[in-house]
């Protein structure tokens, strides 16, 4: 592999990550009517439900318990892989 900047033949080759994901919420701003006629009853409903489900779920541990795994851990990473040429002589790189 030659340099198509100098001609050289003193290349080095190199795997570089250049991928990243990154997740944003956005939340909608809403006008004074919104908070006073609306989200209190959102808010009394998610409380409600919140309290129903704490009760339900407590209820259920009691009866079926799960057996505990040491060490075991799931998860998944996705990475973008490049590979960069770049030339020792002049310093120019490029994408192979």
């Given at each position: 592999m030659t340099c198509?900047?100098?001609?050289?033949?003193?290349i080095n080759i190199q795997?570089?990550?250049?991928?990243s994901?990154?997740?944003?919420?956005?939340?909608?701003?809403h006008g004074l009517f919104y908070y006073l006629f609306v989200w209190w009853?959102?808010?009394?409903?998610?409380?409600?439900w919140w309290a129903i489900k704490l009760v339900f779920t407590a209820g259920l541990s009691l009866f079926f318990k799960k057996k505990k795994e040491v060490g075991t851990s799931?998860?998944?990473?996705?990475?973008?892989?490049?590979?960069?040429?770049v030339c020792q002589?002049?310093?120019?790189?490029?994408?192979?």
């Open positions: 198509p900047k100098c001609g050289s033949e003193n795997r570089v990550t250049t991928g994901t990154t997740v944003t919420k956005h939340y909608a701003k009853w959102i808010q009394i409903f998610k409380f409600l799931i998860s998944k990473t996705t990475n973008t892989n490049q590979n960069v040429a002589n002049c310093g120019n790189s490029w994408n192979i």
